[in-house]
């Protein structure tokens, strides 16, 4: 008889250890051997649970953004909006910082499929679009989240606003993710730019 808990514990070991490995090193030169040490679990342990280390980074992903989500929902908990748009700057300046790795594999994971337009062809390509999918919904849910904030911050065409807001976040993300190395002085001037920006009308 299995026992459901001791599985969940494993499945839930797997992920840590890849999220751990995938935000040190380069995806594709992460194996599932390593993963499998990492996480202290036989490597066919792995495959039980993800059927290919493609799948695992989708996984990884998945909960990276339910977390985002999560973060975001209590950030809202404030009543006052200027609070929830430098909330949301500092929020992002330390993902930056501290998660490049988590959008280098985004890219890494999508780009190594050229048709993402295509109708997928296997499990991974099937994943990887719902996953890309989930993001750009998750970056329309921000935009007009952050439409309803600078429209009670009294900012005219806040839609547009939302949408410069999202773009220099996600801006920044991606340079960042091609440069993870960030000088401490630069993202402190990037921080104090933006909430000027963004916070005065």
């Given at each position: 008889m299995t026992d459901d808990?001791?599985?969940?514990?494993?499945?839930?070991k797997i992920l840590l250890a890849a999220s751990k490995l995938f935000l040190e090193k380069d995806f594709k030169t992460v194996s599932t051997q390593e993963i499998a040490s990492k996480a202290g679990v036989a490597k066919g342990t792995v495959f039980?649970?993800?059927?290919?280390?493609?799948?695992?980074?989708l996984a990884v992903l998945d909960v990276f953004v339910n977390q985002m989500v999560s973060d975001f929902d209590k950030m809202k908990e404030t009543t006052e909006p200027k609070e929830i748009i430098i909330g949301m700057i500092h929020y992002s300046m330390d993902l930056v910082t501290n998660s490049t790795g988590l959008t280098q594999l985004l890219f890494q994971v999508i780009g190594d499929i050229d048709h993402?337009?295509?109708?997928?062809?296997?499990?991974?390509?099937?994943?990887i679009q719902n996953e890309v999918r989930k993001v750009e919904n998750l970056l329309v849910g921000f935009i007009n989240e952050f439409?309803?904030?600078?429209?009670?911050?009294?900012?005219?065409?806040?839609?547009?606003?939302?949408?410069i807001f999202i773009?220099?976040?996600?801006?920044?993300?991606?340079?960042?993710a091609l440069n993870p190395k960030p000088d401490t002085k630069l993202m402190e001037e990037l921080t104090t730019t933006m909430i000027a920006l963004f916070t005065k009308r």
């Open positions: 808990s001791s599985e969940i514990s494993k499945k839930e039980h649970h993800y059927e290919n280390k493609h799948l695992l980074a993402l337009t295509k109708e997928p062809e296997n499990e991974v390509e099937k994943q439409a309803i904030i600078f429209k009670r911050m009294g900012f005219e065409n806040p839609i547009a606003y939302s949408r773009g220099v976040l996600d801006g920044l993300g991606l340079q960042f």
